[in-house]
């Protein structure tokens, strides 16, 4: 590999960009593609949008001859607000499933080390720490708290952001209560679509464990779309 081009992809690791490293097969020249590009071919620009999305290599054919582009993405994040008890089996399924996860709750007694082991949390308000965290476009935040004061301000950090996914808890009256609330903040209808809520897959889920289910199940349905 060209010694400029590693030096950028480890800049870009660093930065948490989105990157393809697109090597043409039939005399292994190589550059790197970035999503945002738009002096690019179109066809390089589409393809490396599908290999970013899928997380997985690709061959394709170009009008150079064929390709093989190497997606390099940011790791997947997801961020839970609240550290009440469905985020406990919440974050460890977002653990198994590849996520960095990160619980902030500035209520101690509930964000411990002893409810949430090898979890990083965070005891910043929401607003502090989602403007800390930067979401990006391999971010997913949930809610869980039903209390305003915590939900509302990180719910909007997360608009504001890329977030792949945004999600909040609570039944359709108090979702509806939400929206009122994050109108009266300036919030658009398009923007406030983007919150799944109330949150997570229709499975009939009861316990913790099973409403974490549905939230983890709707994470993924939304990051494989």
Do not use: C
């Amino acid at each position: 590999m060209d010694t400029g081009i590693l030096a950028q992809l480890v800049e870009d690791r660093a930065a948490k960009r989105p990157v393809v490293l697109a090597t043409r097969l039939t005399d292994g020249f190589g550059k790197l593609v970035y999503p945002t590009e738009k002096q690019e071919e179109n066809w390089l620009i589409k393809a490396s949008h599908e290999v970013l999305a899928s997380d997985r290599a690709a061959i394709v054919a170009g009008p150079d001859g064929d390709w093989f582009l190497n997606p390099f993405n940011p790791p997947l994040r997801l961020i839970i607000v609240g550290a009440v008890h469905i985020a406990q089996p919440l974050a460890r399924m977002g653990q198994l499933a590849g996520y960095d996860v990160t619980v902030i709750d500035p209520r101690t007694s509930f964000a411990s080390e002893n409810r949430f082991p090898d979890i990083d949390l965070r005891h910043d308000w929401p607003d502090e720490a989602m403007a800390a965290l930067a979401p990006d476009t391999r971010t997913a935040v949930v809610t869980l708290t039903h209390d305003p004061k915590l939900d509302d301000p990180a719910l909007q950090a997360a608009l504001k952001s890329a977030a792949f996914y945004i999600g909040a808890l609570g039944s359709k009256k108090t979702h509806a209560a939400r929206v009122a609330r994050l109108k009266a903040a300036g919030f658009e209808d398009i923007d406030i679509a983007r919150i799944h809520g109330p949150v997570g897959l229709s499975i009939g889920a009861k316990s913790p464990a099973e409403i974490a289910i549905s939230i983890m199940a709707q994470i993924t349905e939304t990051l494989r779309q």
